[in-house]
């Protein structure tokens, strides 16, 4: 069984400020790790995911995010936040390889606000 | 490469009405996956194919939701005598290959309202 935890259902950040939204997994099988994206009225979209040993793994803008197994965290940062951050960020894990393992669980979710 | 569509994006219906939505994925992916998110939640995974096979269905998916891929191409979810509580936004995604690693695409949902 897998499931993720998203700690803030809220995070509000100036901008140019340090983006930091939290997420910590727990997952019987090695897992694979993904943030999502979601503007309002939209579908989701992939920022970045880790599948592999680099466990600093580098997305789209400038959003980066660190696998550290030893905390179980995956925690998405951004050094400069831009009013653009503005949106819905879902931290989702799955299995790895075929059988069972290919669905999604995702987190409820941190709404990113970005104050001028 | 247009991404995954879905049709139609919004439908309002009324309690015990049948509804069917469509989903388009992109065209080399052999996987489709349907996920319902309602408000104020992440997206919660209802079924998934490959192929045109229907692998495997939540407990969320109760007997009046129904999927289908005929021929391993466009995808439909048909929920009948519609309650109150299936208002929430349905969202398709598609992937390639046998590996969870590569990613799945969503696309714009379908929003649906039970009045």
């Known amino acids: 069984a897998q499931s993720v935890t998203q700690l803030g259902s809220h995070v509000s950040v100036s901008e140019g400020a340090l983006v930091l939204l939290r997420c910590n997994y727990s997952s019987s099988v090695p897992p694979y790790l993904f943030w999502y994206v979601q503007y309002p009225n939209q579908g989701l979209q992939l920022l970045l995911k880790y599948t592999s040993a680099a466990t600093l793994v580098k997305g789209i803008n400038g959003f980066e995010a660190e696998f550290k197994k030893s905390e179980t965290s995956f925690h998405l940062t951004k050094p400069s936040a831009h009013m653009s951050d503005a949106a819905e960020y879902f931290c989702?894990?799955?299995?790895?390889?075929?059988?069972?393992?290919?669905?999604?669980?995702f987190g409820k979710g941190t709404l990113l606000t970005v104050n001028p | 490469d247009t991404g995954v569509s879905q049709d139609p994006r919004h439908k309002i219906t009324k309690r015990g009405q049948n509804v069917t939505f469509r989903c388009d994925p992109i065209s080399e992916h052999n996987r489709l996956y349907w996920y319902r998110q309602t408000l104020g939640q992440g997206p919660e995974f209802l079924t998934y194919f490959q192929n045109e096979a229907q692998l495997e269905k939540s407990r969320l998916l109760s007997d009046r939701f129904s999927a289908e891929r005929p021929k391993g191409s466009f995808s439909t979810l048909e929920i009948q005598r519609t309650e109150q509580g299936d208002s929430a936004m349905y969202l398709c995604?598609?992937?390639?290959?046998?590996?969870?690693?590569?990613?799945?695409?969503f696309g714009p949902g379908t929003r649906l309202t039970v009045t």
């Open positions: 995604a598609s992937s390639l290959g046998k590996d969870t690693r590569y990613e799945q695409y």
């Open positions: 989702a894990v799955s299995g790895r390889g075929g059988g069972s393992n290919y669905k999604l669980t």
